[in-house]
């Protein structure tokens, strides 16, 4: 399976997987609990970033987060701050189009929970070998099934990354431009995508042979190959993790901070 798993001697490396899975959950839920400016930011600077540079992977974290992250929050930019119906502070304009302060805000709001999930999620991917994820979801009682399905789920980008390379390189040795100019690039997609979506179906068809001669839906009790620890201080720390995050949330619903305004 592609992966972005990086093995490293880390700390973050060695917690159990639910451990660190619960923890992208909850900083999800904290993002959109916290309606003031600052809390994405916060969060990046004082927990995701912290934990990418214990793990040695924040280099890794910068490149693939800064792939996904930076012509989204371009595009997001540009879209509110010409075309936010609730600007009124112009602060330039192009033509018939207003640049306005208040799409800017609206778009920096967005931008900061969204780059908040990537960033958690893309750790999440760096630190956490999907074999151990799997197992430690099956061995805490989760159904295989399901325990596959997020899994693979958290797999998907890297997975699509490595089979478009690998097409790409095959349209290239058969003597396709893939290089040049913008529109250039952007005809190249049309051959790309066909075997991409293509190649998709066929995995997924070997997947499940596959996991259908291994009895992946047995009924009976197995046995673990490795069993992954789970110390019961971090049983414990996910429990007040998981409280203090919908704790957060239910006092947001109920209108508990000041000037609650979810952008």
């Known amino acids: 399976m592609s ?16 451990t660190k899975l619960i923890g992208v959950v909850a900083i999800i839920l904290l993002v959109f609990a916290l309606p003031y400016w600052w809390a ?8 995701v970033t912290p934990a990418a540079l214990l793990a040695r992977v924040g280099g890794r974290l910068l490149i693939v987060g ?7 929050l371009i595009v997001v930019a540009i879209g509110q701050g010409f075309f936010n119906a609730q600007g009124e502070t ?23 929970r969204t780059a908040v999930l990537v960033t958690a999620a893309m750790l999440l991917l760096l630190t956490t070998h999907p074999g151990k994820l799997l197992a430690a979801l099956t061995q805490n009682g989760m159904p295989p099934k399901m325990a596959y399905v997020i899994s693979s789920t958290l797999q998907m980008l890297p997975t699509f990354r490595a089979r478009a390379d690998s097409i790409l390189l095959a349209q290239r040795s058969r003597g ?4 040049g100019n913008p529109f250039r690039r952007f005809a190249v997609l049309v051959p790309l995508i066909s075997p991409l979506v293509l190649g998709v179906f066929v995995d997924v068809d070997e997947r499940s042979t596959a996991m259908e001669a291994r009895a992946f839906g047995s009924t009976g ?11 019961l ?4 720390g996910r429990w007040i993790v998981i409280l203090l995050a919908v704790g957060a949330l239910v006092l947001g619903f109920a209108g508990f901070y000041p000037n609650l305004e979810w952008p």
């Open 3 to 18: 992966t972005l798993y990086l093995d490293r001697p880390s700390p973050v490396h060695r917690l159990n997987p639910i």
């Open 90 to 112: 112009v602060l330039f304009a192009l033509g018939p189009f207003e640049f306005k302060l208040e799409g800017l805000l609206f778009a920096a709001a967005v931008g900061g």
């Open 221 to 231: 009790k197995r046995t673990a190959l490795e069993v992954v620890p789970d110390p």
């Open 66 to 72: 800064g792939a996904i992250l930076v012509p989204l």
């Open 40 to 47: 994405p930011l916060a969060i990046l600077v004082l927990i």
């Open 233 to 236: 201080a971090e049983k414990i």
């Open 176 to 179: 396709l431009k893939t290089r």
